[in-house]
Every structure is written in C-alpha cells, then in structure tokens.
C-alpha cells in the first residue's frame, strides 16, 4: 500500500467521520426533544441515531488504523494515548481524547441493560464533549484545514449541530404525555357534553 493511498483514506475517513458524528450527535439531540413527524415516528430517530454511530465508529477505526500504519507519521499505536505522539502533540492528543471518550460511550451502550439507564445516560452526556473535541482535533490536526471544501464541510457540521443545540437549550421541555393527555381530555369532553 503506497504512502499516498493511506494519506488520502486517513483524510477521508476523517471527513465522514466528522459528518457522521455531526449527524450522531444532531439525532441524539432530536431524540432528546421527542422529536417526530407524519411518516416519520419517534423510534425511526432513535434506531437511525444507533445506526448511523456504529457506522461513524467504522469510518473512525479506518481513520486510526490508516494514519497509525502510514509510515509518513510513524505514529505507532502509543499515538492512541494523549499527548504521547511526537507529531502534532496536541492535536493528535485531542484525536486520542475525543476516541476514547467515543469509545466509553460506545461501551456502556453494548452493556446497557448491565448498567442501568441512569449510569448509561451518564456515560452518554461524554457525547456532548467528545464531539467539539474531535472537531477541534480535526482543525489542528488536518492537513485540508485551509482548503474550501473543508471548510465548508466543518462550517455544515459545525452550523448544524450549533443550531440544533441553540432549538434544545431554547425548547420548551418536552412532556411525553402530552398528545395522550389531549386525546383523553377531549374524549372526556365529550361525554360531559349533553
């Protein structure tokens, strides 16, 4: 396998992995606000979420694997420990960090009837800090940082996943017993009426 190929799948990997995790987090985050539409239920978002983070985590492993074998960086597995690697220290120090917090989640979800929701959904809120960190890990770290389809594609993610989390923080609470509550008040009106 030439120096080239691997540079180009490392670069690859890394940008479908940062949709992916994008488009992870923005699901977790409609999963959260009970979010549904005709023709689309709620569990369609939830097993979509699932899904598409199991797919990021492929295209994460290749990124890892591609740019720990190429023998341009000499990176070597230690690179999976943070600030450990002598090229680009901190960058691939934030890569390392956002992984493993990838990977706790990951974990916990494989095990979660073992753990409990409450634990999960600890482990889980990880989510919320990996993914800023493996985009700042991508921007340090990136050797397409300045070019313009990166920046366009980190400037999507990054827009997205920002107004997504700004409609969160700003929504109204939601209550799950809403649209049955309504359906049992109307029908209760109805048999009051004379």
Known sequence: MSDTFLWYVTRGAGAVSLVL?????????????????????????????????????????????????????????????????????????????AFELLLAIVITSLVRGFLGHRAWRAVHWLAYGSWPVAVVHGFGTGTDVWAAWFIVLAGLCVGAVLIVAAWRLLARPVNPLHAPQATFRGSVQKRELP
């Open 21 to 97: 995790l994008s488009g992870v987090v923005i699901l977790g985050l409609l999963s959260t606000m009970r979010v549904q539409a005709t023709g689309w239920p709620r569990f369609l978002t939830t097993g979509l979420h699932r899904n598409l983070a199991l797919t990021a985590v492929v295209f994460l492993v290749l990124h890892i694997v591609t740019a720990v074998v190429d023998p341009f960086t000499h990176l070597g597995w230690g690179a999976l420990i943070p600030f450990t690697s002598y090229y680009r220290t901190f960058w691939l120090g934030l890569g390392a960090i």
